[in-house]
């Protein structure tokens, strides 16, 4: 699926993160979503590489990356530990200027990049989300009901992550199956690849991890952001599903321009998984934002 791609291990703060890299121009990092990995952007990361330099790696606890052991505060999983990650890929790769196009759980990692490396991001395209601090204090019973993993996966271990790791494909075929397109999105080797990294040891209490900092510890960050009157002054892309819950449950350029300075975006005819339901529409909306 990425062919021309080559893979290599990067070792970040915490451990193993696994990358691939190719094509040439100005360097482009991909970031994936839940319950996902760097295959999420098999459609793209070819064409992008016609262009770009692209360098699509595995977050920490997710596909080929390492399972990093978490603390009571859920530091290990916070997005500004995610976004050190990153910063370690891109150096290992060469690169000190970046730009960053991220879906979902990435995009969350791709905002706190922006807002702790600024000299780091030249542009970024988000993805399918609206900001962590804006999306729980306007959360609404529409985007509960939409987004209930939201709302389990927080709660305290070892009960979510016990029910994920009794069936982690059932798991992953439910959140992503239940949503606009449906199973039907996704290319079957794709498909095979979330639920084989599914399985892998250590997964569960990961995504429990990832998702328990951005109830805790990130929403700490994203707080001393807005009092500090801290917003992002790089370019920022919103693009998102017109038939996803962030869409119809947010104003989602409204409240990025709250967290940002220069924001642009508009709905695409898909629900969440954009890279996968709209690739054409997602390439010619990063080839026309980003700068080869």
């Given at each position: 699926?990425?062919?021309g791609f080559?893979?290599?291990d ?20 991909l ?14 990361a ?21 399972r ?17 990650d ?6 290992a ?5 970046f ?34 601090l ?27 992550e ?19 397109a ?6 079957p080797?794709?498909?095979a ?18 998702y328990?900092?951005s ?6 960050h ?36 709250e ?15 954009i890279a996968?339901?709209?690739p ?9 934002f980003?700068?080869?």
């Open positions: 699926m990425f062919e080559s893979q290599r990067i070792e970040g703060p915490a451990g193993r993160l696994r990358t691939l890299r190719g094509g040439s121009g100005a360097p482009l990092l970031l994936h979503g839940h319950p996902q990995t760097h295959v999420m952007w098999h459609a793209v070819g064409e992008l590489a016609k262009v770009f330099t692209v360098v699509v790696m595995d977050l920490r606890g997710y596909g080929d990356s390492a990093v052991a978490s603390d009571a505060d859920h530091q290990a999983y916070s997005k500004r530990a995610m976004a050190q990153a910063m370690a890929v891109m150096k790769c060469g690169f000190s200027r730009q960053v196009l991220a879906h979902d759980r990435g995009a969350r990692v791709a905002h706190r990049l922006a807002a702790d490396h600024p000299d780091a991001v030249q542009r970024l395209m988000l993805l399918d989300i609206a900001p962590t804006a999306m729980y204090n306007n959360t609404s019973d529409a985007f509960a009901r939409a987004y209930w993993h939201w709302f389990f996966l927080i709660q305290p271990p070892p009960l979510p016990a029910l994920i790791a009794s069936d982690p494909v059932r798991y992953v075929r439910s959140v992503m199956g239940k949503r606009h449906g199973l039907a999105a996704f290319a080797a794709a498909l690849e979330y639920e084989r990294c599914a399985q892998i040891p250590g997964t569960a209490v990961s995504i429990c991890e990832d328990r900092a109830a805790g510890i990130d929403l700490v994203d707080r001393a952001d807005v009092a500090a009157g801290l917003r992002l002054a790089q370019p920022l892309r919103v693009l998102w599903g017109e038939h996803g819950a962030v869409g119809q449950c947010f104003k989602v350029l409204e409240l990025w321009r967290r940002a300075l220069d924001v642009s975006g508009l709905a695409l005819p898909c629900g969440h998984y996968e339901e709209a054409a529409l997602l390439l010619a909306e990063a080839l026309q980003f700068k080869p």
